[in-house]
C-alpha cells in the first residue's frame, strides 16, 4: 500500500540521549515535513524538505536535526539539546507546496510518541 | 509572521447537532485546507478550498472560502460520535524556497454522551 511510514510508534528516551524518529514514503513526493504537537496544541514545523539533500529549518528547529539522503526517507533526530522533546511527532509529505495550489495534498504519518523518562 | 486563528478552540455538543467553527488569518490566502485529526493519529484532509467565495461539500461537512479571503468556515451537519476529534485549517505558504505550510492550532470537537 502506498503511505507514509513512521516508527517507532512509541518511543522512550533518558534525558541526555539523541533519539531518531523513522519516516519513510513510497509516494514518490518530493516534499517531506516534520511536525511536533503537544497535547491540547496544534502543529508546529519542526523542519521541511522540498528535494533530495535540502531541507530548511521550521518555526521551532533548534534541538532537532534531520536529513534527506533519499527521496523516500527524512529521519528527525532529537538531541540531547531539546529541553522539553515529549510531544506527539508527525511526519508527512506532499508533491510540494505548490502543487497543494492546484489540487494535491499533504500525507500524514500516524504519528510517533516520544517521552522522556 | 503569517498567522491562523481557529475558533473556538474547544466545542462541548450533544450527538445530532450542527457544528460551524472558523478560522482567519491576518493576511490574504489563495488556499484554504481543512483537515481532521482522530485521537493518536495523523491529520486526513477533509476539504481544499481555492477560490474566494467558493463553498465545498463533503457529505454531511461543508466549508467556505470567505470573500475577503481572509477567513473560511467549516460546518458539520448533524453530528455523529465519529466527529470527535481536533479539526485544523491550514494554508500552503509560498515563497522562493521555503514553501511549506502553516496550521492553526486547532478546534477540538467532543461530543457529550
Known amino acids: 500500500d502506498g503511505g507514509i511510514t513512521q516508527s517507532p510508534k512509541y518511543l522512550f528516551r533518558k534525558e541526555g540521549q539523541n533519539v531518531t524518529l523513522s519516516c519513510e514514503q513510497n509516494?514518490?513526493?518530493?516534499?517531506m515535513y516534520w511536525y511536533r504537537q503537544d497535547p491540547g496544541q496544534g502543529l508546529r514545523l519542526i523542519y521541511y524538505?522540498?528535494?533530495?539533500?535540502?531541507?530548511q529549518k521550521g518555526d521551532i528547529a533548534e534541538g532537532y536535526s534531520v536529513s534527506r539522503e533519499k527521496k523516500e526517507s527524512f529521519p528527525l533526530t532529537v538531541t540531547s539539546a531539546q529541553k522539553n522533546p515529549t510531544a506527539f511527532y508527525l511526519c508527512?509529505?506532499?508533491?510540494?507546496?505548490?502543487?497543494?495550489?492546484?489540487?494535491?495534498?499533504?500525507?500524514f504519518g500516524e504519528g510517533s510518541w516520544l517521552t522522556v523518562v | 509572521g503569517q498567522q491562523l486563528n481557529q475558533s473556538p478552540q474547544s466545542m462541548f455538543i450533544q450527538e445530532g447537532e450542527d457544528v460551524s467553527m472558523n478560522c482567519t488569518s491576518s493576511?490574504?490566502?489563495?488556499?484554504w485546507l481543512w483537515y481532521k485529526q482522530d485521537p493518536g493519529e495523523g491529520p486526513v484532509l477533509l476539504i481544499a478550498l481555492y477560490k474566494a467565495g467558493e463553498l465545498t461539500s463533503n457529505g454531511r461537512l461543508t466549508a467556505q472560502f470567505g470573500i475577503t479571503r481572509k477567513d473560511s468556515f467549516l460546518n458539520i451537519s448533524a453530528s455523529i460520535p465519529s466527529d470527535v476529534g481536533i479539526y485544523f485549517c491550514?494554508?500552503?505558504?509560498?515563497?522562493?524556497?521555503?514553501?511549506?505550510?502553516?496550521f492553526g492550532k486547532g478546534t477540538r470537537l467532543h461530543i457529550l454522551p
Open positions: 524538505s522540498q528535494i533530495v539533500n535540502d531541507f
Open positions: 509516494l514518490n513526493h518530493d516534499a
Open positions: 493576511s490574504i490566502f489563495n488556499t
Open positions: 491550514a494554508e500552503p505558504k509560498e515563497g522562493n524556497r521555503d514553501d511549506k505550510i502553516i
Open positions: 508527512a509529505s506532499s508533491e510540494g507546496p505548490r502543487q497543494v495550489l492546484s489540487g494535491n495534498t499533504i500525507y
